[in-house]
């Protein structure tokens, strides 16, 4: 990957946990973290991937995607040397449970073979 986008998808994930932070959406009812950004290379758009504690993550996520306008807003105030702010797609970060996934397969796996 490119140092100029790892170093925007850093800058980003920290801003857009600030922001989240301060949002005062009545829909927002879960913790969320902010885990990884992947920005595309022509920084048109950027993946947020983001785990949620508590509440409902459907309807945290919907909340998410219907203040990511404001969330942009916002970053292209805070970063105004980048020519252009990327268009922010969040999406639930999947990683623990295809974790959890593999394990119980590598258990199976465990199991089957000490028989």
């Not at 986008?5 to 969320?32: A, C, F, G, W, Y």
């Not at 292209?76 to 969040?90: K, M």
Request: proline share 3%; with cysteine.
């Amino acid at each position: 990957m490119n140092f100029r986008i790892d170093r925007v998808n850093s800058e980003l994930q920290k801003s857009i946990s600030e922001i989240i932070r301060r949002l005062k959406d009545p829909r927002i009812t879960s913790m969320i973290s902010v885990l990884e950004v992947d920005t595309a290379r022509d920084m048109a758009t950027a993946k947020v991937y983001v785990s949620f504690y508590g509440g409902d993550p459907q309807e945290t996520l919907a909340a998410l995607k219907k203040c990511a306008g404001f969330i942009r807003r916002e970053l292209r105030n805070e970063y105004r040397e980048l020519r252009s702010v990327p268009e922010l797609n969040f999406l639930p970060d999947t990683s623990m449970q295809y974790g959890e996934k593999i394990d119980a397969i590598l258990e199976g796996l465990k199991k089957n073979g000490a028989d």
